[in-house]
């Protein structure tokens, strides 16, 4: 089960702390891989397929509901970060809903303004194929009272990130990436959803990617 190999990637002991404090962000390429959700509680809210636009700023996922979990939710979202929208689609009901993203952090990329918290190295450096090196970068949680920690690889793809809040803490993890976009036509609008009207934010809501997973 995916939700078991979740990744605890984000405490940093001081001896593996890199002084290297000015380096900004990178940022992750085009992929295709499968994202898990879980709150600290043990509740898995969704495991399911993702594909990103690294450039295009572009991510769908949808939730595998196949993967029998008593709390997951049916999703199927396609945000558009640049833009500031975004769809949850019901592909079977041919029906989907246009919403207005007041906040753009993800678990794919790390945000411009995140700081470098710590790189560190898990399992055995020394032997091949025994040793992984993650860097590790936090920051608030836009309007919220909160604070995000995410985990990347030295290439920068994402590995976990953690949104802790006042209400609820969520952990995503990233498994099984490949770099490329395999289907091109999941980041397109389906015909059904094109022409939608936005729908009103109600007074109050922040929608983000993570909100939908609570
Ligand atoms: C990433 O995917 C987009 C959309 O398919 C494409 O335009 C872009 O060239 C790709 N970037 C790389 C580095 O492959
Ligand atoms: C859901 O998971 C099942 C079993 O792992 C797999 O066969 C199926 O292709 C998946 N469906 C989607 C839409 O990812
Ligand atoms: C899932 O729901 C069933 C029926 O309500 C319950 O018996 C079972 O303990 C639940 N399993 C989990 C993992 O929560
Ligand atoms: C289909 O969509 C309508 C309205 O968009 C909704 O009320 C209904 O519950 C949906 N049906 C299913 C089976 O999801």
Redesign the pocket.
């Given at each position: 089960m995916y939700a078991a190999v979740t990744l605890f990637v984000f405490m940093c002991l001081t001896a593996t702390s890199h002084a290297d404090h000015h380096h900004h962000p990178c940022h992750s390429p085009n992929m295709t891989g499968f994202m898990s959700v879980m709150t600290l509680k043990g509740e898995v809210r969704a495991h399911g397929a993702f594909t990103y636009d690294s450039m295009g700023k572009k991510l769908r996922f949808r939730s595998n509901e196949s993967h029998p979990v008593n709390t997951s939710i049916g999703l199927d979202v396609l945000m558009f970060f640049e833009e500031g929208v975004f769809y949850e689609i019901?592909s079977?009901?041919q029906?989907c809903e246009k919403k207005a993203l007041q906040c753009s952090i993800h678990p794919m990329d790390i945000p411009d303004d995140a700081k470098f918290h710590c790189a560190m190295n898990l399992g055995n450096p020394s032997i091949e194929g025994e040793g992984f090196k993650a860097n590790v970068w936090t920051g608030d949680i836009p309007g919220k009272k909160g604070v995000y920690s995410m985990s990347v690889t030295m290439g920068c793809l994402p590995v976990s990130t953690i949104y802790f809040m006042d209400s609820t803490t969520i952990l995503f993890s990233i498994l099984d990436i490949e770099n490329e976009i395999k289907d091109p036509d999941l980041l397109v609008v389906p015909s059904f959803c094109q022409g939608q009207p936005l729908e009103e934010t109600p007074e109050g809501t922040v929608n983000t990617f993570y909100n939908e997973f609570i």
């Open positions: 019901d079977k009901n029906s």
